[in-house]
Nanobody, 115 residues
Framework: QVQLVESGGGLVQPGGSLRLSCTAS????????MGWYRQAPGKQRDMVAT???????NYEDSVKGRFTISRDNAKNTVYLQMNSLKPEDTAVYYC?????????WGQGTQVTVSS
């Protein structure tokens, strides 16, 4: 069993920054994929960024140059630094851990970008 606990969401003005964190616990294989997805009201859940244990990253086009994903393998924690936030970034952000063929999700954290 794997549990994911997210933190760091909130309300921010356009152009501002937020940092999301997600810590995994439980039966975690050493080699895995962690990442962040987001879901806006009425839309599907889409990938934002992912990172492998070795540090290989992948970003959705609209966040490239603004968001940075990183991880601390010793702490089983993944981070998402979000800069230059835009209203269209408003969504519930979900942490993902892909481990031995199974996908585990966090409970989600709300990010609202509004003036």
């Amino acid at each position: 069993q794997v549990q994911l606990v997210e933190s760091g969401g909130g309300l921010v003005q356009p152009g501002g920054s937020l940092r999301l964190s997600c810590t995994a616990s439980g039966s975690i294989f050493r080699s895995n994929l962690m990442g962040w997805y987001r879901q806006a009201p009425g839309k599907q859940r889409d990938m934002v960024a992912t990172i492998t244990t070795s540090g290989r990253t992948n970003y959705e086009d609209s966040v490239k140059g603004r968001f940075t994903i990183s991880r601390d393998n010793a702490k089983n924690t993944v981070y998402l630094q979000m800069n230059s936030l835009k209203p269209e970034d408003t969504a519930v952000y979900y942490c993902l851990l892909s481990n031995l063929g199974y996908n585990y999700w966090g409970q989600g954290t709300q990010v609202t970008v509004s003036s």
